[in-house]
């Protein structure tokens, strides 16, 4: 592990818990001026260089890794004949997005048109396009939607297989379009998928925005520093706490702290530090600085089960490619060339679809890979089975479950409580998913090169069988949201300011802060929240109306010796 030492760093303006898609853009972000000092505090040790970031393919070496994962499960789902779901979230520079799968995917237009229905003044599609498109750089669709010089190269997903053509060739037989740009005009038809990589290599928070930004003298990575508790002065928060090397540290902020630990994390956060329902922090006797009952409420996420089929013949499916002598080609061919399926992202065919007419956009997603995935050794890998599947989700579910501390201990993990398919809309939604799947592949010319469904199977027709199905097999894409909801309800957490109601100087700035899941995967439209939560952070801080904290109340409490770690 190589060490780089820099100036240290007393009283930063801002502190940003954690460096993953909304924390480390916001990190950057407010170091670009040069007028600022910024602190970015990250749990995880390995960095922008760690082995398995870079190659897209990756991140299934990754997803059940402790080295750069949480690792944690849910509770005991009554939803699902209780099964403990896993879920994944990034402890490495750069967070979830430098563990993902890649996908480039913004959502719908209505998704944050309902936002601002909901109470989120002023996070309307049409003022949150213009940070989309900031954060991107493309040559994909055109100048009203999309980004030519920001930060995150996006690009198409390349047709390993000539499985891709017959699938959409299918897709079309049943009337969906092909749609060269899904993040333009309408999400709906089929498409390869757009992903954040770049001559063969991932795009990530750590490579595109903090690599570049830690030349700065004024912006600081603390990489391993767990942040166990907020510092507050009455209602106003004035630092941190973490640990880090084994020692607890503390440090003070001149101006603001943004939380950005994730919607699994910023909740525990809060909580641990007084934050929250009343009622749940004295079941942990945490004294309570502020009442918010909405923390920690309105988990959500994108669930649903892997449909599967086997070709009658060889050169469709990846399987081949991804063992023995086959990968040993596909290898060197990423080493020398970047090319190969190693230098693309996962389910790298999309379909968005409707569960039925007369609604407005697609409510359907379908994920297609031309293999499958077994799990060995807690790494996910190609199967030997020659064959396909479509992970068929629901785009907006309605049903919401919880994210709650279990204990004061800052290093145990919380109660993740997901309740997917508690809805009637839900059910008859995620239903119709499998149905739709199954009514591309039913046609020529994909139709003619399947052997068999291998799952659930062809046994398996009625809507109760398959809502079976659905519930023994489904899971998540990893896309945890919602649970310290924007909004000015009794159940919500932060403003449309990102402000946390009733604190001074604390921001939240992930996925937590969505009222509802969007449409599509959460990497983009949380580095979306983060470039907005910069500006909104700059321009108060340039306003007399919002004052600093004291220099002589913002020195540590305990010695900052500030390290940018590369690994």
């Not at 119709?432 to 399947?450: F, Q, S, T």
Request: glycine content about 10%; some cysteine.
């Amino acid at each position: 592990m190589d060490s780089k030492q820099s100036t240290p760093l007393h009283a930063p303006d801002f502190i940003v818990i954690g460096s993953g898609s909304g924390g480390g853009v916001v990190a950057a972000r407010l170091s670009e001026s040069g007028k600022y000092k910024v602190l970015c505090l990250e749990a995880g040790t390995r960095g922008a260089g760690y082995i398995w970031t870079r190659p897209p393919v990756g991140g299934g070496m990754m997803i059940e890794s402790p080295e750069v994962n949480w690792c944690q499960f849910a509770q005991p789902n009554p939803d699902l004949g209780g099964r403990r779901v896993y879920v994944a979230r990034g402890k490495i520079l750069g967070g979830s997005s430098a563990i993902n799968g890649l996908i480039f995917n913004r959502g719908q237009r209505l998704d944050y048109d309902a936002w601002e229905r909901m109470g989120c003044t002023g996070w309307s599609y049409r003022d949150v396009l213009p940070y989309f498109k900031k954060l991107e750089s493309t040559d994909i669709g055109t100048d009203d939607y999309r980004g030519r010089q920001g930060p995150m190269k996006v690009t198409t997903a390349s047709k390993t297989s000539p499985f891709y053509d017959l699938f959409m060739q299918s897709a079309q037989a049943v009337g969906l379009p092909l749609n060269p740009d899904y993040s333009g005009s309408t999400q709906h038809g089929v498409a390869m998928a757009q992903i954040n990589v770049w001559k063969g290599l991932r795009q990530s928070t750590a490579t595109q925005y903090l690599e570049p930004a830690r030349k700065r003298p004024n912006l600081t990575i603390l990489q391993g520093a767990h942040v166990t508790g907020l510092l507050f002065e009455g209602k106003r928060c004035v630092g941190v706490r973490y640990r880090r090397n084994g020692a607890m540290e503390e440090v003070r902020a001149r101006r603001e702290v943004i939380l950005s630990a994730g919607a699994i994390g910023s909740p525990q956060l809060l909580e641990l530090s007084g934050i929250g329902n009343p009622a749940i922090l004295a079941r942990h006797g945490i004294p309570v600085v502020h009442a918010l009952p909405g923390v920690g409420e309105n988990l959500r996420d994108h669930f649903g089960p892997s449909v599967q089929w086997k070709f009658n013949r060889k050169g469709l499916s990846l399987c081949d490619r991804g063992r023995g002598w086959g990968l040993v080609r596909e290898v060197l061919s990423y080493v020398f060339r970047r090319k190969g399926f190693i230098s693309q992202g996962l389910a790298t065919l999309r379909v968005f679809t409707r569960s039925h007419e007369g609604i407005e956009q697609s409510d359907i997603a379908l994920l297609v890979n031309p293999f499958m995935i077994e799990v060995r050794n807690k790494k996910r890998l190609m199967s030997p089975i020659n064959g396909f599947f479509a992970f068929a989700q629901v785009q907006r579910p309605e049903s919401a479950g919880s994210s709650h501390i279990q204990s004061a201990d800052p290093l145990a993990d919380p109660a993740i409580h997901y309740r997917f398919l508690a809805t009637e809309k839900d059910r008859r939604t995620a239903v119709m998913a499998v149905r739709r799947a199954r009514e591309i592949a039913a046609v020529a010319p994909l139709a003619d090169v399947i052997a068999e469904e291998l799952q659930p199977g062809a046994q398996v027709q009625s809507d109760e069988d398959i809502l079976a199905f659905i519930r023994r097999a489904g899971n998540t894409t990893y896309h945890p949201v919602g649970t310290c909801k924007m909004g000015q309800d009794p159940m919500a957490v932060v403003d449309p300011s990102l402000r946390v109601h009733g604190i001074a100087g604390l921001r939240i700035a992930d996925c937590s802060i969505m009222p509802m899941i969007i449409s599509g995967n959460t990497s983009i439209p949380a580095m979306m929240i983060g470039e907005r939560c910069a500006d909104m952070v700059l321009a108060d801080a340039g306003r007399p109306a919002f004052p600093a904290v004291p220099a002589s109340t913002a020195v540590p409490a305990t010695q900052l010796t500030p390290e940018l770690v590369h690994h």
